[in-house]
């Protein structure tokens, strides 16, 4: 299993980014794929999760209404939309696969939020 992470970066107050995850190792579409993030000094959170069947999605509260989790099967890709950007989402934000085993963990991309 491996989860490649791309699209982080350096954004302004109210800015844009859309984070990307490549997943190969596995059958991607039988598996809910979440993003998490952890700040400097802080737990590690969830921040969206992708159902692997349908279109269900869930959210943390403080990103409800900004972040949008979706999915390419074909393209064995999950995305995460961010909008309307915070100082507060600065984090280093991780793709993740849940195993009974042990969860897969992806090397994490940086998403800084300043003006």
């Known amino acids: 299993v491996q989860l490649v992470e791309s699209g982080g970066g350096l954004v302004q107050p109210g800015g844009s980014l859309r984070l990307s995850c490549v997943a190969s190792g596995f059958t991607f579409s039988r598996y809910t794929m979440r993003w998490y993030r952890q700040a400097p000094g802080k737990e590690r959170e969830l921040v969206a999760s992708?159902?692997?069947?349908?279109?269900?999605?869930l959210y943390a509260d403080s990103v409800k209404g900004r972040f949008t989790i979706s999915r390419d099967n074909a393209k064995n890709t999950v995305y995460l939309q961010m909008n309307s950007l915070k100082p507060e989402d600065t984090a280093v934000y991780f793709c993740n696969r849940a195993s009974a085993t042990g969860d897969y963990w992806g090397q994490g991309t940086l998403v800084t939020v300043s003006s």
């Open positions: 992708a159902m692997s069947a349908g279109r269900s999605t």
